[in-house]
């Protein structure tokens, strides 16, 4: 990449961080600037899971006292998310890379559409808690999980907005223990996923570490930018770039194949 097209990669990256720290959806930035340096699709998604990854970290301290009595949930969802994100780093590694070009237009649009409807999409796992703590992750939601992390290991965009409704599925109700639990999990398939294609020669390492500082900075120093615009209007704004990534992808792979 070009001096450029590097510094591209630490703006997206920082905006990202920024609007990850408020809206949620900084894959949908990141992921499409790494393909306009002609890198290879699986790479370019490889690298963007491992670059934005790190940012869980931190946020998994900010939720350390929502998580004080959640222990006991920790452990399995950790569990889900290293056999889900595994098999889904490794049906990536496992994809030609034309078939995952043609899949591309496809996985932005879906992202897209789940976090435009994510609040409706939540509404529908809500249902009565039973008690204001969830005591045990039952079989059909360990289950979706494991779609959700087999989905994260391969792509990544939406699924914290799937966990989310997966927690409120259970009954979960207090907005800061699910989201603490929900970085527990995504955090963790980030991470497993990210070790698969390391150790699979799929991730520009230098790339990655460059958009992790970004990410993180943006993380910390745009967010009160990204707060003076308001979460609707970020949302708006990720939406929008979804929306045209999508027609320009489909454009580039399907219509107007090089």
């Known amino acids: 990449m070009t001096g450029l097209q590097l510094g591209l990669v630490f703006v997206a990256s920082f905006v990202a961080g920024g609007v990850n720290s408020v809206a949620g959806g900084g894959t949908l930035i990141t992921f499409p600037v790494l393909l306009t340096g002609g890198m290879d699709s699986i790479v370019a998604n490889a690298t963007n899971s491992a670059g934005l990854a790190p940012g869980a970290f931190a946020s998994f301290l900010g939720y350390r006292k929502e998580l004080g009595g ?37 996985l932005i649009l879906a992202a897209t559409l789940l976090f435009a409807f994510q609040d409706r999409f939540k509404k529908l796992g809500k249902r009565p808690a039973d008690s204001g703590e969830l005591s045990q992750i039952t079989l059909p939601i360990a289950l979706f999980l494991l779609g959700v992390a087999v989905y994260g290991g391969y792509f990544g965009a ?29 955090g963790g398939l ?56 999508s027609v320009q992808t489909l454009l580039r792979y399907w219509i107007l194949p090089s």
């Open 190 to 245: 980030n991470v497993v996923a990210s070790v698969v294609l390391m150790l699979s020669h799929k991730v520009d390492l230098k790339l990655a570490a460059l958009m992790t500082v970004g990410a993180m900075l943006g993380g910390w120093l745009a967010v009160g930018v990204a707060r003076r615009l308001g979460a609707g209007n970020v949302r708006k704004l990720v939406i929008g770039i979804g929306v045209v990534l």
């Open 158 to 186: 939406g699924i914290g907005i799937l966990t989310l409704a997966a927690l409120g599925m259970l009954g979960m109700t207090e907005m800061h223990k699910m989201n603490g639990l929900k970085t527990v999990f995504t």
């Open 70 to 106: 959640l222990r006991h949930l920790m452990l399995p969802l950790a569990l889900i998310a290293l056999v889900g994100a595994t098999i889904g780093a490794l049906l990536l590694l496992a994809t030609p890379t034309r078939l995952f070009d043609r899949l591309i237009p496809f």
